[in-house]
């Protein structure tokens, strides 16, 4: 199932056939909404054995951060039916900021932390990486018309 899954938005993303932004928000949406859904449910005994000894205040971080990517995921699930191309362009500009200067971030300290950092942590930064170039792509490759016009070129 996940196979068919990946592979159906595999075939989607070919960047020769036109990268939709309604594709690129709906990868985005759940991956934000998966990864929120995670960090707020994250249990004391697994951020306990991952981290070495346990810190409520940085869990309690943890769970914060999950809220607001949970939130943000159901904010970019809920715009993709907006059909306000002023609204994907600004989504498109930020998103694409965003999600690359927190890929950097991450990047940053897992070069600079000499104990290095877990799997998980190098898939995050490079989701978040990917993620962030994709806006850019769209937001820099298409013209404006291409946001104001209907659907987007959307196959949706």
Partial sequence: ???????HYINRLRIGDGLDIHLVMQIHSLACMVLGGAALSLPHSLYSSSMGS???MSHEFIRLYGCLTLAVGWLVHRCRSVEDGRLHRNISESFGLCYILQ????????????????????SIALLFLSIGTLYLYIRITNKIKYFELPNNGSKD
């Fill in 54 to 56: 346990y810190n409520h």
């Fill in 1 to 7: 199932m996940s196979s068919l899954f990946t592979a």
């Fill in 103 to 122: 890929s950097l971030a991450m990047l940053r300290a897992q070069f600079t932390d000499p104990s290095g950092h877990s799997l998980l942590h190098w």
